[in-house]
């Protein structure tokens, strides 16, 4: 295994199951860094931010900006000239790509968490500053961002680590096509933590009673998985004391439909908590009120008790794999272990944080 801070690139062959690591690509790769974010399109795997070392000889460190593409089919980095507003130099940001834009939240830089969201669109490659409307998130790092897919248009911002190093376990969702935060009503039993990690599975539906006495299926399930993460950050010792290793589902199928619950405060661009009639759900998509109070009431957690498939099952993981790409969350914002992956045809792409026992 290697040491310290790394940029290495390793491939996973989903047909094999065996790791390779990537040897003679060309072009300008990124910085040794971790708490990097990555998206995948097509054959292509987007990175963005990071920190890590400058110098290693004078123990110089910085926070990275730089948006770097590696192309999986002719083993190629390139480093993007994008223009416009774009982030601060930042690590342990969430990172979603929804259509041809790129979104990143939060995160920290070099003066504090954030909360602010931009977006990177991959045709012009020029960067927007957003100015949502409804109440945004907390600032937070070691937050995930995770899309529910192309044609809801929604992505969904869970826990994080906040400016006094609590953590969250709130569920907040963003409205690409509106651009607006918004609140889904949810009982959740996940606990607060950041450095978790998210991705999105379309799990079968079960089978319901019809009129004449029969079975039908209803629409697919749209969950958002997490598992892992960490809290209770000890700001003596620079590390967080607990670990998880449960794994959570959030139902989002009522998020795709439209039915989502504001807070009765919103926040508008400024930052500044007014008072409104925001108490009442927020219809998008064209939902009535009923239906869109019956599906808010939906939005619920459960906790996920399968096994991992033993080496003969490895066929059973097929229907997560074709669910979407795959996502790593980031590590300590001092240091530990993180990292981003994505996913290119049947291989997941690891680029390597530096190594440490921390």
């Not at 939240?105 to 045709?123: I, S």
């Not at 209770?232 to 794994?247: G, I, K, S, V």
Request: aromatic share 8%.
């Amino acid at each position: 295994p290697e040491e310290g801070w790394s940029d290495a690139l390793y491939v996973l062959d989903l047909d094999t199951w065996r790791w390779e690591k990537v040897a003679g690509a060309t072009g300008e790769a990124p910085p040794r860094a971790d708490k990097l974010r990555a998206v995948a399109k097509g054959p292509h795997i987007l990175f963005f931010g990071g920190f890590g070392p400058t110098n290693l000889g004078t123990g110089e460190f910085a926070w990275f900006d730089a948006v770097h593409v590696f192309d999986t089919e002719h083993t190629r980095w390139m480093k993007m000239p994008c223009t416009g507003s774009g982030p601060s130099p930042r690590a342990a940001h969430g990172m979603a790509l929804h259509g041809n834009r790129v979104f990143v939240f939060g995160g920290r830089d070099r003066e504090a968490r954030r909360n602010d969201l931009h977006a990177l669109d991959l045709t012009t490659w020029e960067w927007s500053k957003l100015a949502p409307h409804g109440r945004s998130p907390e600032p937070r790092s070691f937050v995930t961002l995770t899309a529910l897919g192309d044609d809801s248009g929604k992505l969904v911002c869970i826990g994080g680590r906040g400016c006094s190093d609590t953590h969250f376990a709130d569920v907040h969702v963003y409205d690409c096509s509106s651009n607006a935060w918004l609140r889904p009503e949810h009982k959740a039993p996940l606990q607060p933590r950041g450095w978790h990690t998210t991705d999105v599975a379309w799990l079968a539906p079960a089978p319901a009673p019809a009129a004449n006495g029969g079975g039908r299926l209803s629409g697919p399930v749209c969950h958002v998985v997490v598992h892992g993460g960490s809290s209770d950050f000890d700001a003596e010792r620079r590390m967080c004391q607990r670990y998880f290793n449960d794994t959570c589902l959030f139902d989002a199928t009522s998020i795709l439909h439209g039915a989502v619950t504001l807070p009765a405060a919103t926040r508008g661009s400024g930052g500044t908590a007014t008072a409104g009639a925001a108490s009442s759900p927020e219809l998008l998509a064209g939902a009535s009120p009923t239906a869109a109070a019956a599906a808010a009431s939906t939005a619920t957690w459960s906790r996920g008790s399968a096994a991992l498939p033993g080496s003969g099952d490895l066929a059973a993981l097929s229907p997560l794999l074709a669910a979407g790409k795959r996502s790593r969350d980031d590590a300590g914002d001092e240091g530990a272990i993180g990292g981003a992956s994505s996913t290119g045809g049947k291989r997941v792409a690891l680029a390597g944080p530096r190594d440490s026992s921390t």
